[in-house]
């Protein structure tokens, strides 16, 4: 199989999406300049005059951006407007151990990605990347049209109220009940009066099929039960891109079923683009608009799961041996 | 034996222990692979002492993140009471029963060596002396960080192995300010109010052993205990304990918040917190006794 890349389109578009841009995208020119992947409700539009002048030449530093001088964009061109996340040639390595080489990824808004991979193959740490908890030793990461891996604290947080996380353990924390911990979150960053918070916390819980659990203790859930509340606490915030690691792993098969359907189901309902980590084939098959195949620290197979699956490289083989007797989609 | 037919039970076994030589062939690499790794992080790593001091320069940064974070929104200040009450109500009958007692023995000690020289009167000064400038502070925070050393540091510890330190910091929680800033903020804070409490404690003790064994007056007892006091002492050396709450919150958090693996480095991180934070206190307690006799003077130029 071959590498399915996007990038060069990715790279090209932005000229003729910009119309008051440069032709050509001279790395400086772009600094600053009002881009078209600008997200809707993000930044004030970046007109910003008189802005180019100044420190936002230094863009390179984070510290130097000004918050409310538009998009952070460093000096490459930004990747069209469909592409929510978009990961250019991202290294990342702890001391000696080198676990992403080169990664490369797009992600469509309003599609689910889902990427593969064997276990310690650093899946997580690719996730981790696009909202912010790794920064990458080298590379692009680029989240609804800005570069989170240039941002500072503040900015990384304004941007973090659009994105949501889903924890390989669900992350739930295990002084509050199931109530508190959903309450937490719309008590530190929401102003809705009680009632609201109720109703919204009672709808998540029912998404996810765990009303009953309203009162218990995450010590008293199985580990699918803490999954699936903690997957109901993200989808509370309605967040615009989700990543899910490992949503369905520990899962029995109809409840794997119902989680998968609930992504496809916020994505076709909600719009919502998304990211899975999974194992799981009958996950992927449901829930996988593209595949990515982490393989050595790079994506060495994209496409369909068919595609991916077909693939001649001899560890995909392996990875997928045997489960031919899962229907093709 | 050997005559047996090579039936399929053979077979089968045969073919078991072939497969299992490959497979140990295979482990064989796997560990020479991993020896190999470790040879090449013990060579990047192969300077001595450097582990220690590039752990000492991380705790410096995170004093320094501390600093430049405590003066910033958001202020948490529920959190922060939670955590006082954590700090003080929760540890009250601990470090109490530990000042009583140590009280009531200290007086015990002492009678008997002032008996020698014939200054059993100066009791209650003595005391009052070496409760309320050492034996109060230093044993009050030691007391306090073997509680709350282990406590946060295994509490912040499992936090960040289960990835909840994680999910606040990805929800835009900033669980530093949530987490550590309140628990060292409550630690500095309470440390003084714990080590007063404390003295009181102590010197009660002390007083209901001089009234029991020879009936001591009340005025008395207080009128000579605190004549040879200082003003500045008092207020040096029960100030003091802020700066071991702040050892105590800032180590403790620093581990807890550092933990990286599982369970077993949970329980090393509380262990360490206790160990390193104690032995921060005594070193301090040092130097901070060293520098107030510098500038207040000692104990001898009072009355
Ligand atoms: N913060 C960190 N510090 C040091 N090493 C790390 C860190 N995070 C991850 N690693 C290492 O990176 C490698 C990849 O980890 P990662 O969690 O991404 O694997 P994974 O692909 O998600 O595996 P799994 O399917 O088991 O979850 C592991 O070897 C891990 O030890
Ligand atoms: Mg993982």
């Not at chain 2, 900033?174 to 804070?189: D, E, G, N, Q, S």
């Amino acid at each position: 199989m071959s590498r399915i890349s996007r990038r060069a389109d990715a790279r090209r578009q932005p000229a003729e999406a910009g119309p008051g841009a440069d032709a050509g995208p001279h790395p400086l020119d772009d600094d600053g300049l009002a881009t078209p992947a600008s997200d809707p409700t993000g930044a004030p539009a970046a007109g910003v005059p008189g802005a180019e002048g100044t420190a936002r030449g230094d863009a390179r530093e984070p510290h130097l951006v000004d918050p409310e001088a538009g998009p952070v964009t460093g000096n490459s061109p930004p990747p069209p407007d469909d592409i929510v996340v978009d990961l250019r040639d991202v290294y990342k390595g702890f001391g000696p151990k080198k676990i992403l080489r080169g990664v490369d990824m797009t992600v469509e808004r309003g599609t689910s990605a889902v990427v593969m991979g064997g276990s310690g193959t650093g899946k997580s740490v690719l996730t981790k990347h696009v909202v912010g908890l790794l920064r990458p030793d080298k590379g692009e990461v680029w989240v609804l049209g800005e570069r989170l891996d240039l941002m500072d604290q503040e900015q990384l947080d304004q941007k973090r109220t659009r994105l949501g996380y889903l924890f390989q353990g669900g992350a739930l924390f295990d002084s509050m009940t199931v109530y508190e911990n959903m309450r937490f979150f719309l008590d530190r960053l929401t102003t809705l009066d009680r009632g609201e918070k109720d109703d919204l916390i009672m709808e998540g819980l029912e998404d996810v099929n765990l009303p009953s659990t309203r009162d218990q203790y995450p010590a008293e859930l199985s580990g699918g039960q803490k999954k699936r509340v903690g997957l109901a606490r993200t989808l509370i915030m309605q967040p615009d891109i989700i990543l899910y690691d490992e949503p369905t792993t520990g899962l029995d098969p109809v409840s794997v079923r119902v989680v998968s359907d609930l992504i496809v189901k916020l994505r076709d309902t909600r719009g919502i683009s998304s990211i899975s980590i999974t194992h799981d084939l009958l996950a992927a098959e449901i829930v996988a608009d593209r595949v990515h195949f982490l393989l050595d620290g790079q994506i060495a197979a994209a496409g369909t799961l068919d595609e991916v699956r077909r693939s001649d490289i001899p560890e995909l083989q392996e990875f997928f041996k045997g489960t031919d007797a899962y229907g093709h989609a | 034996m050997e005559t047996l037919p090579a039936d399929s039970l053979t077979q089968r076994l045969r073919d078991a222990r072939r497969s299992r030589q490959s497979e140990k062939i295979l482990q064989d690499k796997e560990t020479e692979r991993k020896v190999e790794e470790r040879q090449e992080e013990a060579r990047t790593s192969s300077v001595p002492g450097e582990e220690f001091f590039a752990e000492a320069g991380n705790l410096f940064s995170f004093v320094g993140r501390f600093f430049s974070r405590v003066w910033r929104r958001p202020y948490e200040v529920r959190e922060l009471l939670t955590q006082m009450d954590e700090v003080g109500t929760k540890s009250l009958m601990l470090t109490g029963v530990v000042g009583f007692s140590i009280g009531i023995v200290l007086a015990m000690q002492s009678r008997g060596t002032l008996a020698r020289f014939g200054a059993e009167s100066f009791l209650p000064s003595m005391l009052a002396l070496s409760v309320i400038k050492e034996i109060g502070p230093v044993l009050t925070s030691l007391v306090l960080a073997g509680r709350l050393g282990a406590g946060m540091g295994a509490e912040l510890g499992s936090m960040k192995v289960t990835e909840q330190i994680d999910a606040l910091e990805v929800a835009a929680l900033k669980p530093f300010h949530y987490l550590v800033v309140t628990r060292v903020l409550a630690c500095v804070i309470m440390f003084p109010i714990m080590t007063m409490l404390t003295d009181f404690l102590a010197l009660a003790g002390g007083y209901l052993e001089a009234w029991l064994s020879d009936g001591m007056n009340v005025r008395v007892f207080i009128a000579t205990a605190f004549d040879s006091l200082r003003f500045a002492d008092v207020i040096v050396d029960t100030m003091k304990t802020s700066i071991f709450g702040f050892i105590v919150g800032i180590v403790s958090c620093y581990l807890g918040y550092n933990v990286r693996g599982g369970t077993r480095e949970v329980g090393r991180a509380a262990m360490q917190s206790v160990v390193v934070s104690s032995l921060l206190i005594l070193i301090s307690d040092v130097v901070i006794v060293r520098l107030s006799i510098m500038l207040f003077g000692d104990i001898s130029d009072a009355a």
